[in-house]
């Protein structure tokens, strides 16, 4: 089993850091673990990300080495870095990346709703999982890093409404209005807890099986 690292709302640095004290641990020998939290609103730029990506956001900003365009992250959010030694795993990223949609992806599908990964395979920018409604919205962004195989980043799910999110950028590229949240899609606003202690079991499960 991993280690829970419940952190609440915290600021994006220093949960940023408290994610590279992990990664030196796990590279040492020590326990993986998920990192779960919210930041207070903060747009992080990935490897791919351009000057179009920015419309005039004025909040906090940071540059940050993970995959993926401009994102944003909020309190609405349930935001997961899983810290995972992919040399335990057969070095599968691809599989590390459909453990977190897939864990995702059967949290909506017990709530009713359904939902699928990447609608376009070989399509990087539409990483994340996209509920099916018409059209699709992104309702969770995914972008990762590896270190000597360890990764670090992981997984934001939209789950409250949020008045500031996505507003000022070009999210993973897309517009605004692609993006949407559980609470909108459910008009019902659910405890935080029982989504986490969800995607944390789904996780949980997923990385197990991709032991070798």
Request: net charge neutral; proline share 4%; aromatic share 8%.
């Amino acid at each position: 089993m991993l280690e829970i690292h419940q952190l609440g709302l915290i600021d994006y640095l220093e949960a940023y850091n408290f994610q590279k004290k992990q990664v030196e641990l796990v590279k040492e020998g020590e326990k993986e673990c998920l990192i779960v939290c919210s930041h207070p609103s903060v747009v992080t730029l990935g490897k791919k990300s351009s000057p179009e990506d920015l419309k005039g956001w004025e909040g906090a900003l940071y540059e940050i080495e993970r995959g993926g365009k401009a994102t944003y992250h909020g309190p609405g959010q349930i935001v997961i870095y899983p810290i995972i030694d992919l040399k335990k795993r057969g070095q599968n990223i691809a599989g590390f990346l459909e453990v977190m949609e897939n864990a995702m992806i059967t949290v909506l599908n017990e709530l009713e709703l359904k939902a699928s990964g990447n609608p376009q395979r070989g399509k990087p920018d539409y990483t994340g999982v996209w509920v099916q409604t018409n059209p699709p919205k992104k309702i969770a962004s995914i972008g990762v890093a590896v270190s000597r195989w360890i990764t670090f980043h992981g997984l934001a799910f939209n789950l409250f409404k949020d008045d500031a999110a996505f507003k000022g950028i070009s999210p993973c590229g897309f517009t605004t209005e692609t993006m949407t949240d559980l609470e909108t899609l459910l008009n019902i606003r659910l405890e935080r807890s029982a989504i986490e202690k969800s995607l944390i079991d789904h996780l949980q499960s997923g990385f197990s099986k991709l032991l070798v």
